[in-house]
């Protein structure tokens, strides 16, 4: 049997920099499924049922890709945060209701070019949409900046 992926080993220098020294990191481009919104990440159903679509995605496609012969290790869910209206000059704790967000999960890059994978939602690149009429799950890069 295959060895299992492990992404998050093979780019430990961007999940696990050190400790001890600040560090440059380029970051390459990669696949994610992502899932914009916005409000309080405490409170909001939005941002609960949007980690909930991230990783019920994420799995499909992990158990997918494993009875085809390709296991992989499910990646840890990772976000970007900011303030609102653009240009705030404040981001505190105290505005989490006012937070704007894109929660995301790396997928390997041999995921984007299965070229179908059946699971009952569609991507289009930056939402996962729950669709009755297609089953196609298309995963598209995304750059880090």
Same mark, same amino acid.
């Given at each position: ?13 961007? #999940? !696990? ?7 440059? *990191?380029?970051?390459?481009? %990669?696949?994610?499924?992502? *899932? @914009?919104?916005? $409000? ?6 939005? #941002? !609960? ?9 994420? #799995? +499909? *496609? ?8 390709? @296991? #992989?290790? &499910? ?16 981001? +505190? ?6 937070? %704007?967000? +894109?929660? %995301?999960?790396? !997928?390997?890059?041999?995921?984007? !070019? ?10 289009? $690149?930056?939402?996962?949409? &729950? ?9 598209? @890069?995304?750059?880090?900046?």
């Amino acid at each position: 049997m295959p060895e299992k992926i492990d992404l998050k080993k093979e780019l430990s220098h961007l #999940y !696990q920099p050190s400790a001890k020294h600040p560090v440059i *990191l380029n970051v390459p481009a %990669m696949a994610f499924l992502m *899932l @914009d919104g916005a $409000g309080d990440p405490n409170t909001s159903p939005e #941002y !609960q049922s949007a980690v909930e679509a991230l990783y019920g995605v994420s #799995y +499909t *496609l992990k158990f997918k890709s494993k009875n085809q012969g390709r @296991d #992989y290790v &499910v990646m840890p869910l990772e976000g970007l945060w900011w303030g609102t209206p653009m240009g705030q000059h404040t981001f +505190t704790e105290a505005d989490k209701a006012k937070f %704007m967000w +894109t929660m %995301m999960i790396a !997928q390997p890059d041999f995921i984007k !070019q299965c070229p179908k994978v059946i699971c009952p939602f569609a991507f289009d $690149g930056s939402h996962i949409v &729950v669709n009755p009429h297609h089953d196609l799950v298309e995963i598209q @890069d995304s750059e880090h900046n």
